[in-house]
């Protein structure tokens, strides 16, 4: 798929009922859910700061999580999975989304704010992720993301949109991943190779990312490849994308 920027990946034309993504439950979400649920966690994640030049703290690896990470991404703002929990020192930082029960746990710069997902939460001036994505427009203005706009960071190294593409674009060529294909996130979120090879691969490739329940121990193969790490002795996948091989510019 030619896409110059990741928001080229959830584009109206692409919405169909291909699934797209299985979460930990094995609960199946397809294409037109993804990108229009994106749509609306940009609109809703626009109200609490969220824009070019800032950065995002996102916790978790569930389906919120990444539509937080896709929410930001369409607002040309970074996305750093599990950030620390002292952030005060980080003037760039905005938005910190995370389930409500943790949010506490974290210690903001002044004006920063507060996104939680799951239970509604009690503190005021904390924004409702969940109620925000049912009641948001389920549309998206048309976008020009420069492709030198920064994606990722990890807090030391920042990825930019052509960057976290053409190591995907690796991956998918390298493996041969195909439409449909399963690909089982099994490696953290909070490194950018897991994201380039985890979930924009397979947006690329028109296949399934899928989020396994890291505290499930069974070893249940859930996918046709597994990202991980070479020094994990064994996935239950057939096929492993091994982290180390993902080149980051």
Request: hydrophobic content about 40%.
């Amino acid at each position: 798929m030619n896409a110059a920027t990741v928001d080229d990946l959830l584009t109206r034309e692409l919405r169909d009922d291909r699934i797209g993504l299985v979460d930990a439950t094995g609960r199946e979400y397809d294409y037109h859910w993804l990108c229009t649920t994106a749509w609306k966690a940009g609109n809703f994640l626009r109200h609490a700061g969220v824009r070019n030049g800032v950065t995002v703290g996102v916790v978790g690896d569930g389906p919120l999580a990444l539509l937080a990470f896709f929410g930001t991404t369409l607002l040309e703002g970074t996305t750093r999975f599990e950030p620390p929990t002292d952030l005060t020192d980080e003037d760039d930082f905005r938005t910190l989304v995370a389930a409500v029960d943790e949010l506490e746990g974290y210690e903001l710069p002044r004006g920063a704010q507060r996104v939680g997902y799951g239970d509604e939460p009690d503190a005021p001036g904390v924004h409702h992720f969940d109620a925000g994505l049912w009641s948001e427009n389920p549309s998206f203005p048309p976008l020009s993301i420069d492709p030198e706009t920064i994606i990722l960071t990890d807090g030391d190294r920042t990825v930019t949109h052509e960057g976290v593409l053409e190591a995907a674009r690796e991956v998918v060529t390298e493996t041969d991943l195909e439409a449909d294909d399963r690909v089982v996130v099994r490696a953290p979120l909070s490194d950018p190779r897991t994201v380039a090879a985890g979930v924009i691969a397979p947006l690329l490739a028109r296949g399934v990312i899928v989020l396994p329940d890291n505290a499930d121990e069974s070893g249940d193969e859930r996918g046709t490849y597994a990202v991980s790490s070479a020094s994990v002795e064994s996935v239950p996948e057939p096929n492993r994308i091994d982290l180390d091989a993902v080149s980051l510019p």
